[in-house]
């Protein structure tokens, strides 16, 4: 596929650039006592729903001291807390507190209000298309996962 590097590329400068928006974003109001590492965090264990600490470091790329870390800052917010396995006692998994989950759908809040502008003037066949691609990347890379 000869486009698929400029695809990579835009998606590259997208992700860069949105990033540089968010952090901006978390700068001011509600979600300035919250780092773009411990949202993102929040936003991983919201979509697994609870998980371990090792799969949490391997998801972010980090080292398991530096989830270690963020775990003990967001739990001393009481965006965390620990549960335990059905399967294995001595297993712990982190998930969301109730106030977690506030700040969250929140940040998707600002998220989706602030960068709704993007799609605007977009047919809704190409917005569809859009969804449809992603839809697909996310599906290879879980397949590549496995």
Not at 84 to 97: A, G, H, M, N, P
Request: hydrophobic content about 35%.
């Amino acid at each position: 596929m000869p486009d698929s590097r400029k695809v990579i590329d835009l998606f590259i400068e997208v992700y860069f650039g949105a990033s540089e928006h968010l952090r901006k974003l978390e700068e001011s109001g509600p979600l300035k006592n919250v780092s773009s590492q411990q949202l993102q965090t929040l936003k991983i264990i919201k979509v697994e729903a609870a998980l371990t600490p090792g799969r949490l470091s391997n998801i972010q790329g980090v080292h398991k001291s530096a989830i270690s870390n963020r775990i003990k800052k967001l739990m001393e917010k009481e965006l965390i807390q620990w549960s335990e396995t059905k399967e294995d006692k001595r297993s712990k998994l982190v998930q969301l507190t109730k106030k977690g989950e506030e700040i969250v759908d929140r940040a998707d809040e600002l998220i989706y209000d602030s960068f709704s502008f993007l799609f605007e003037g977009v047919k809704d066949e190409d917005v569809t298309t859009f969804i449809h691609l992603f839809e697909h990347v996310k599906k290879k890379l879980k397949e590549r996962e496995e």
